[in-house]
């Protein structure tokens, strides 16, 4: 059991008031109040060190500094945006304010049909969570899997966020490392649901090693393997912002039919899922979470974030 400590109680209390406040701001200004407050989070250095480092090793080659440094500002200030449209998601999908384009819903609905499952690769791009809400609308019941975060008191609102509009919600410790977590995984496949993982942060030395970017990475390799051994389908999905609509890609299922081995169909999984995430990515950089040190355990790329990119 984790400890609750002072920290996690002032931290957990801060977003509590911050959620509380905002919610008495109409939408009209909520939106824009938070894309500032997000830029103003770059100004005064919050991970930015991170950020351009991220930048620099993934656009550096092909961007001049002035652009990888604007990129970075609108990537905090769709972070904000992004918190701003959850507090108020009610509000934005009752009325309309918010406007969706889903496209490939027909890749989603063969893959029900089927009856064992699918696997939804996404990645924190753009408003995932708002377009989950968007497609429970829609008749989807989705089941995401969460990491804990190491604060138990965010972490249970969290989860509350993600299930507020009536998904379900599978809480990890980790996909290697969590047994129980594994078989709630595999049990909602087999029972022929939709599971929706964020596959695209860091896993430790354990993770499957791949590339993004061009540069070595570590990604969960689980639930590649969870929805071999239950003969689920595998798709790609991404969430962007686009013309003022929030766009929801689902994209074809990942052909595994060449493997000859369960390792092997891990492996082009997660590399096919590397590579549709990256040319997302391209099209809308600022709109990508870049505040994680994505390549921290990979051995050949770590030392980036001790100066290395510089």
Not at 156 to 174: E, F, L, P, T
Request: include cysteine; charge should be positive.
């Amino acid at each position: 059991m984790i400890r609750v400590t002072l920290a996690h109680s002032a931290e957990y209390y801060l977003l509590r008031s911050l959620w509380a406040a905002s919610s008495r701001i109409p939408p009209s200004g909520l939106l824009p109040a938070f894309e500032v407050l997000g830029a103003l989070l770059f100004r005064l250095g919050l991970r930015r060190d991170v950020v351009m480092t991220n930048l620099r090793v993934a656009l550096g080659a092909s961007l001049p500094e002035r652009e990888l440094r604007r990129i970075a500002v609108g990537c905090y200030a769709r972070l904000g945006r992004a918190i701003a449209e959850i507090v108020r998601s009610d509000e934005l999908i009752r009325t309309g304010k918010v406007a969706f384009d889903v496209s490939g819903l027909e890749f989603l609905d063969a893959a029900l049909r089927s009856g064992r499952g699918v696997v939804v690769l996404t990645a924190h791009l753009g408003n995932f969570l708002l377009a989950g809400f968007h497609l429970q609308n829609l008749g989807y019941r989705l089941v995401y899997v969460a990491k804990r975060m190491k604060n138990p008191r965010v972490d249970r609102d969290i989860q509350k966020i993600y299930a507020m509009r009536g998904n379900a919600v599978i809480s990890i410790r980790g996909f290697r490392n969590d047994p129980g977590g594994g078989l709630r995984i595999y049990r909602a496949l087999k029972n022929g649901e939709a599971v929706v993982v964020l596959n695209d942060q860091d896993a430790g030395p354990d993770g499957y090693q791949g590339r993004f970017f061009g540069i070595p990475t570590s990604i969960p390799s689980g639930p590649a393997a969870f929805a071999c051994r239950a003969g689920a389908a595998v798709l790609t999905g991404f969430v962007t912002g686009e013309g003022g609509k929030i766009r929801v890609e689902i994209q074809s299922p990942i052909d595994v039919s060449p493997a000859r081995s369960e390792e092997e169909a891990v492996a082009r999984i997660l590399d096919e899922y590397s590579t549709r995430l990256e040319e997302k990515v391209r099209e809308c950089p600022e709109q990508y979470f870049w505040l994680h040190k994505k390549w921290k355990s990979s051995p050949g790329a770590r030392s980036i974030y001790d100066g290395g990119a510089r």
